[in-house]
């Protein structure tokens, strides 16, 4: 299972749609662990928990193949591989000073980073549209639009504005009405008491938001993730914070890994295995608690009815971070990069790695020529 797992952490590049396809050849075609009934299920299921999904779903497989412990073994062998090169990256391009190259491969891959958050948010919305009833599809444009709002201008109050039009969505179907307000008065309240509990605990907090919070995964972090990370403790200028998002995005495994390069930023290698650690301890948790009642999850309504809300609004979301990530370009050429990375994505339908390592290649090119770099 370490093998197996620890195969797909290492090749698995393209975040969540290549993560499936990996874990569909392995454990429906190759080794018919599970039915392709059972792994569709699975999906849906694991689609319905907040935090990273495609990490949830590889827990998931490896919990039916040897329970509990192969949960823990396969888990770990699949975000460790990532964690690991993130990491080493992290130390190379968020030092102080470092070489002019990476420097500029970081800043061309920054640049294009904005691109890469409207083409995945643009991928999601026919299924999530199709979803919708003709009645909800007003409301599905309400949500989206408070989702983007809420990434472009306060990042760091996403997560309960998607808890709250889940919540809204089950509300207005509802033939009783349900209690709105349970879950999310605290939030603001326990945001104000972590900060003053010193960078260690913000950080978790922050790891924790990213991990147990966030519906729709990937870029819907990104807006929680720099409102902390650049604007409320500093940990990293909003350069460093695109290079981050840039490695996240082009390392193998799970897109969340992003928030180790954080971590890193905030406390050193200690920092980024804490964030880690605390981003991906609720997948372990929700798979190894309640695996065994995802039947009774995909078929459960009120489940179904909170994604219609809070989906949509992650899709916004994703959107809405587009925003704050082009705003953080300092460079004319940046913009330029920009523009070449949505067209290759959208016109001539480049995959999402290999534009960030061309705005990459690009960067680094203009740096050793004496090009500008933002800091």
């Known amino acids: 299972m370490a093998k197996e797992w620890g195969r797909i952490g290492c090749i698995g590049f393209g975040g969540p749609p290549s993560h499936i396809v990996l874990l569909r050849d392995l454990c429906v075609t190759r080794r018919h662990w599970l039915t392709a009934v059972d792994f569709e299920d699975a999906v849906v299921a694991c689609n319905l928990l907040p935090g990273p999904a495609s990490t949830q779903l590889a827990i998931y497989c490896a919990s039916r193949v040897r329970g509990r412990s192969g949960a823990l073994v396969g888990g770990l062998a699949f975000i460790l591989p990532g964690l690991a090169i993130v990491l080493a990256l992290a130390s190379l391009f968020l030092e102080n000073a470092p070489p002019t190259w990476i420097a500029g491969a970081g800043a061309g891959a920054g640049a294009a980073v904005a691109a890469v958050a409207i083409h995945a948010a643009v991928g999601l919305i026919p299924a999530s549209w199709r979803r919708s009833t003709d009645t909800s599809r007003a409301r599905w444009v309400v949500y989206a639009t408070a989702g983007a709002a809420a990434a472009a201008t306060i990042g760091s109050y996403l997560a309960p504005i998607l808890l709250a039009c889940g919540i809204i969505e089950i509300t207005l179907r509802a033939t ?28 978790a907090w922050t790891a924790f938001k990213v991990g147990a919070l966030a519906y729709g995964g990937g870029f819907v972090i990104i807006p929680m993730m720099r409102a902390d990370a ?59 608690i309640g695996g065994d009642r995802f039947d009774r999850l995909r078929a459960n309504r009120t489940a179904q009815t ?14 809405g971070s587009a925003i704050p990530l082009a705003r953080s370009l300092a460079e004319p050429w940046q913009f330029a990069i920009l523009v070449a990375a949505g067209l290759s994505l959208f016109a001539l339908g480049r995959g999402v790695v290999t534009t960030l390592l061309g705005a990459a290649a690009v960067g680094a090119a203009i740096a050793i020529a004496g090009g500008a770099v933002p800091h």
């Not at 209690?179 to 326990?190: K, Q, R």
């Not at 804490?274 to 190894?288: C, H």
């Not at 909170?306 to 959107?319: E, H, M, R, T, V």
């Open 176 to 203: 009783t009405p349900t209690p709105t307000s349970a879950g999310l008065t605290g939030f603001p309240l326990a945001s104000s008491a972590v900060i003053a509990t010193g960078s260690l605990a913000a950080l």
């Open 230 to 288: 650049v604007d409320h403790y500093h940990w990293m200028t909003a350069a460093q914070f695109l290079d981050a998002v840039a490695l996240g995005q082009v390392t193998p495994g799970p897109v969340t890994q992003t928030v180790a390069a954080v971590g890193y930023a905030a406390a050193g290698i200690g920092g980024g295995l804490l964030a880690a650690a605390v981003a991906f301890t609720p997948s372990f948790a929700f798979i190894l």
């Open 306 to 319: 909170f994604l219609q809300g809070a989906g949509p609004a992650a899709i916004g979301a994703i959107l």
